[in-house]
Structure formats: structure tokens, C-alpha cells
């Protein structure tokens, strides 16, 4: 993936700022539901630190209490990561009005990269059957591992961000003639069912097995008291987008990834 300097920039919408409760719940269920092993709060930005899988758990992120920041507070957060063996990184969503650290991240040098959307959706109406499940997070983690190739080293950190996870989880797995075509993770939290790490074998992909994997997790959700479903996905990825379309998100807002150097 290529990254420079001011590339996929995230635009900050100060209309979106006047549902900042709503957005910041959002967020606030997904760290939740993408647990990191240390949390530190530094001018009220949330520091995620973890072993380095997923930006999203290790990455400063902007709150609704986050202050602008000057170069020597850039300097702490970025000496918290380098302490923790991890590059520093910056997610900054679109609601929080934040342009001048953005700026001074900008002229810091920090790469911008992977502009992303977080859609939600209703789960008010009727739904279907539950999806079928693995019996635990390792049992999930090798379907997701062949259906998205991913096996690397690091899918030991993945399985322990998955052994964090304290809210209630289902472990989707959606399988027809071969066992391992499609899988998921729903994670309620209070209200709100996020969807992550969807997957679907390269060769079994646009058959709509991914659809039927989604709809399953929204049913689950529904019927456990989840009235919003929510995800993230990145703003390249046009297919998944408009998966999720099909199935009724719509966009929320936006956020983008600042990266320092090593």
C-alpha cells in the first residue's frame, strides 16, 4: 500500500461534529470490542498499546476530550510508543475538530494512509436465524486464517486481542460445500453489534457468501438487544463497501492513520 505525505487525507466535517456523542459512543465500542493490552490517556488522547497488530489497537486516537497538541506533547506520546517498541501512530476521526495537530503531525513528517469508514445501521425489524459458530476464539481464528490467508506470526497477537474481548462475542463461520468459506465476528457492546474481521476465501468470493455470514451476525445481535450495528472499512476496499450498502449502512463518518518514524 502506498503512503506519502498528505495522501488520503481525512476531511474534518463540522456537521458531523454536532453528533459528536453519537460518534464518540461508537468509538467507545469499539475500543471496547478491539480491547489493547495498555490504555494511557495523554491531553485526553486515548493511547492504545498493544504488540503492534492492527493499527487500531495501537494507535493514539482523538476523543471528545482531546486538546490540540504542541510539539512537545507530540514528543511524549510518540517517546510512549517508542518505549512500547511501536511506531507512532495517530488515528483521527472526522468529528473531532482537530486540524491543527493534524497540521502539526504534517509538518512533523508523519505519513497519512488508509482513510477509512465507519457505517452504521439500525437493527430495528424482523430478522433470520443466528449464523452458525465456532465453539471459541482459537476455533474462529483458523477459519479466519484460511479464509483470509493471513498466518503470520502475528496471529498470536490476534488471538490474544480476541481472548481480551470481555463483551459477549459469536464466533460466525458460514460454510456450504467446503467448511471454511466465510467468517466474522460479532462483539455486543451495551447496545451497539460491531462487525469485524469479515472474511471469504479469495476463490469464493461475490457468491454471496459474505451477505448471508453478515445477515446472521445482525440476527444475533438484533435478538440480543442491539439496536446499531456498526463497522469499519477501509474507503479503497469498493466491494466491501458495497456489500455493506446492500445490507443497509450507511456512513457514520470518517477517520485516517498518521504514522511517525520507527
Known amino acids: 500500500m502506498s503512503m506519502g505525505k498528505g495522501a488520503c487525507r481525512v476531511s474534518y466535517d463540522v456537521a458531523v461534529h454536532t453528533r459528536f456523542p453519537m460518534s464518540q ?24 498499546l498493544d504488540r503492534g497488530y492492527t493499527k487500531r489497537a495501537n494507535s493514539a486516537n482523538a476523543t471528545e476530550h482531546s486538546r490540540v497538541l504542541t510539539d512537545r506533547d507530540v514528543e511524549a506520546i510518540e ?17 473531532a475538530p482537530i486540524e491543527d495537530t493534524d497540521r502539526l503531525l504534517d509538518a512533523r513528517g508523519y505519513l497519512s494512509c488508509d482513510a477509512s469508514l465507519v457505517m452504521t445501521r439500525s437493527l430495528e425489524g424482523a430478522w433470520g436465524a443466528d449464523p452458525a459458530c465456532a465453539p471459541d476464539a482459537a476455533g474462529w481464528l483458523d477459519v479466519f486464517q484460511k479464509a483470509s490467508g493471513k498466518c503470520g506470526d ?31 465476528l460479532g462483539v455486543l457492546v451495551d447496545d451497539n453489534l460491531g462487525l469485524f474481521d469479515i472474511a471469504t476465501r479469495v476463490d469464493f468470493r461475490r457468491q454471496g457468501h459474505a451477505q448471508k455470514l453478515c445477515e446472521g451476525l445482525l440476527a444475533w445481535g438484533a435478538r440480543r438487544g442491539a439496536r446499531t450495528a456498526f463497522l469499519q472499512v477501509v474507503a479503497t476496499n469498493t466491494s466491501a463497501i458495497r456489500l455493506y450498502e446492500k445490507l443497509g449502512f450507511k456512513l457514520a463518518y470518517r477517520y485516517g492513520y498518521r504514522i511517525g518514524e520507527a
Open 25 to 48: 459512543a461508537l468509538e467507545n465500542a469499539a475500543f471496547s470490542a478491539w480491547p489493547s493490552q495498555h490504555c494511557v490517556d495523554s491531553q485526553g488522547w486515548l493511547l492504545r
Open 79 to 95: 517517546a510512549r510508543f517508542r518505549d512500547s517498541g511501536l511506531v507512532p501512530i495517530f488515528r483521527l476521526p472526522s468529528f
Open 154 to 184: 502475528d496471529q498470536a497477537v490476534h488471538l490474544e486481542i480476541l481472548h481480551r474481548i470481555a463483551a459477549p462475542c459469536a464466533w460466525a463461520v458460514h460454510s456450504e460445500s467446503d467448511p471454511d468459506l466465510s467468517c466474522g
